[in-house]
Nanobody, 123 residues
Framework: QVHLVESGGGLVQTGGSLRLSCVAS????????LAWFRQAPGKEREFLAA?????????YYVDSIKGRFTISRDNAQNTAWLQMNSLKADDTAVYYC???????????????WGQGTQVTVSS
């Protein structure tokens, strides 16, 4: 089974930028679609962005982060990233990467999860 580890979280000021990384081991990342989720205190986990497994690297974003966040991957490095720009206080959450054997755009297909990394945006 694939194992995922997130890193890159931390404390940033409003308007700042942060890049999160997700490294896969156990199985090649090329076998999976990849997505980023987040969960704020007292809130449900939110589906943010996804990217296909193949070389076309088709991306999907929810409206709330489109234009601010960018998902990318490099299968040769078994690594995916989430570039976060123009951060706001409402972006404060634990961020998770997840892998799917199914369609990249279907939230319910993600079954392999990292442990999360905390992002805190100060206002």
């Amino acid at each position: 089974q694939v194992h995922l580890v997130e890193s890159g979280g931390g404390l940033v000021q409003t308007g700042g930028s942060l890049r999160l990384s997700c490294v896969a081991s156990g199985r090649p990342l090329s076998e999976y679609a990849l997505a980023w989720f987040r969960q704020a205190p007292g809130k449900e986990r939110e589906f943010l962005a996804a990217i296909t497994w193949n070389s076309r690297s088709i991306e999907y974003y929810v409206d709330s982060i489109k234009g601010r966040f960018t998902i990318s991957r490099d299968n040769a490095q078994n690594t995916a990233w989430l570039q976060m720009n123009s951060l706001k206080a409402d972006d404060t959450a634990v961020y998770y990467c997840a892998a799917s054997n199914g369609a990249y755009y279907l939230e319910g297909t993600y079954s392999y999860w990292g442990q999360g990394t905390q992002v805190t945006v100060s206002s």
